[in-house]
């Protein structure tokens, strides 16, 4: 998924930007290390929940943890990845269901119907059967709007999504999506499969919403840092929209990034597969924390987050 990139400076937008963020998921297949989501007994049921949605970044997808060739080694176990929801639940004191899909696209959350229209999702978990965090056999859409219907004491949905709609075009176009008439259309259509998206959780769901946005892997570079900022702002706005807020995660790593001349690299927050090589994409354990703890103080200071937990013994104790 990480091929060595020698194209021109705006396709470095499309292939810097999120030749990692799509990367290889694992698959709903079996349930292993995951909840199916189900009304049933158990504490699960009774803590107040956090249902996390999106892609490789909530997932916890590590290069470093799969095998090669996938088709003809042992599946991943998916309790090695180690997402920023799993950081963050404890801290909140709501019970986690993960239902992330590494590779997953804006489309593909929406709809199972083709499968063509995927950067990587649908080929570990129905071509390969790995396992995700939570089992599930349609739509990761469906399964949310299944999961809230069936658990009112859902109290936070998170979602990062995006990234590998503009990876799709990457691979997809001739010039690996180089032209603002390509890399346009991308996010107009992003743009309204979160509408679709939101709108459907909305008329399910009425709790706190959170946007995780991505962060840049060198913000000194205005091109790479610039697609993933016009990504995000419809996040925000969207998001904003539907009475959701936003965990500015891009705004956590710059910080971090200053003090490096902006290169994220070197903050020890991504993933280096190779100690003489540049980095992936995915965080490691600590720029999933950095996530996780950006997540908890949106929600932790948020006055309505406040307002809930004061009616629910469950959320005592959370930051705020």
């Known amino acids: 998924m990480r091929r060595r990139l020698s194209m021109s400076a705006g396709a470095v937008v499309i292939a810097v930007v999120l030749a990692l963020i799509g990367a290889p998921p694992a698959s709903a297949g079996d349930g292993r290390g995951g909840n199916d989501g189900r009304t049933g007994s158990g504490q699960h049921q009774r803590q107040s929940q956090y249902l996390a949605l ?12 799969m095998p090669v060739p996938p088709a003809t080694t042992p599946a991943p176990v998916v309790t090695d990845f180690v997402g920023y929801p799993e950081l963050a639940a404890p801290k909140l ?14 489309t593909g959350f929406i709809s199972i119907a083709d499968l063509t229209n995927d950067n990587g999702c649908f080929v570990y978990r129905f071509a390969y059967g790995f396992p995700l965090h939570t089992a ?11 999961y809230l219907s069936s658990n009112p004491k859902t109290r936070l949905v998170t979602l990062t999504l995006g990234g590998n709609d503009l990876l799709f075009c990457r ?74 807020t936003t965990a500015d995660g891009f705004a956590a790593f710059e910080k971090k990034a200053a003090d490096y001349g902006g290169d994220t690299c070197a903050t020890g927050l991504l993933i280096r ?9 995915h965080p490691t354990r600590a720029g999933a924390q950095l996530l996780a703890d950006t997540l908890t103080a949106a929600v932790s200071c948020d006055p309505a987050y406040r307002d809930i937990r004061n009616r629910d013994d469950s959320l005592v104790g959370a930051n705020g």
């Open 136 to 146: 599930y056999p349609g739509s990761q859409l469906d399964f949310a709007l299944s």
């Open 54 to 65: 999106g892609d490789s970044i909530p997932f916890g997808y590590n290069p470093l943890l």
């Open 93 to 106: 004191k709501l019970a986690l269901t993960n239902a992330s899909c590494p590779g997953q696209t804006s």
């Open 171 to 244: 691979y997809h176009t001739a010039d690996s999506c180089a032209s603002p008439d390509e890399i346009g259309p991308v996010l107009t259509a992003y743009e309204q499969n979160l509408t679709t998206i939101l709108t459907a959780i909305r008329a399910v769901y009425h709790g706190k919403l959170v946007a995780v946005t991505y962060y840049s892997p060198d913000y000194n570079d205005p091109l790479i840092t610039g697609a993933l900022t016009a990504l995000n702002d419809i996040t925000t706005q969207l998001t904003a929209r539907f009475h959701g």
């Open 273 to 281: 597969p190779d100690p003489n090589g540049p980095c992936d994409f």
